[in-house]
């Protein structure tokens, strides 16, 4: 099973996919694979203001990504895919058995990203850039079956998610 987890920075798609590991990891095999690791080199990604635009698509390589998961999903029972355009490529999408969507609101995604510093102080124009990107390459179509929408303004009930999965 391969499972999709999507939704903008500081979600908590990170932490859910390491939940979901834990509950299955001593009756599975299983992978987390993060989008960050596939990120482009430096000189490929766009940049804006002179800024390093980390938060647009074109500074993840799909293919390789895509590629990653190919070769995952035949030595592991479950892969776990998980990153701000998890829903973005149409080839990596259509690999997923599940999809979780991990949706925010503006202010709660305002105040978890000013206080996330662990790439440095983002100045505040680019923080209302990652979440203008989120709302134009981030979001999950609304008309796709098959996915669990979750507000992980609070506390995300693991119950549910287990049940989706299963």
Not at 85 to 101: G, M, T
Not at 109 to 114: A, D, H, I, P
Request: proline share 2%; net charge positive.
């Amino acid at each position: 099973m391969i499972i999709g987890i999507g939704g903008v920075s500081t979600a908590g798609k990170s932490s859910l996919a390491f939940q979901i590991s834990k509950q299955f990891e001593f009756g599975a095999k299983v992978k987390i694979l993060c989008q960050d690791d596939f990120i482009r080199p430096e000189s490929e990604i766009p940049r804006i203001k002179s800024h390093i635009d980390w938060e647009c698509p074109r500074s993840i390589n799909h293919e390789m990504y895509f590629q990653a998961l190919q070769r995952e999903r035949k030595v592991n029972d479950i892969v776990i895919s998980e990153g701000l355009f998890a829903f973005n490529d149409e080839r990596v999408s259509a690999l997923y058995n599940k999809r979780i969507f991990l949706m925010i609101s503006e202010e709660t995604f305002w105040n978890r990203k000013t206080a996330d510093l662990r790439w440095g102080k983002e100045p505040e124009w680019y923080i209302r850039h990652i979440w203008n990107n989120y709302l134009k390459y981030g979001k999950i179509a609304s008309e796709r079956e098959n996915v669990l929408r979750l507000h992980s303004d609070t506390r995300i009930e693991m119950e549910t998610v287990l049940k989706y999965l299963s």
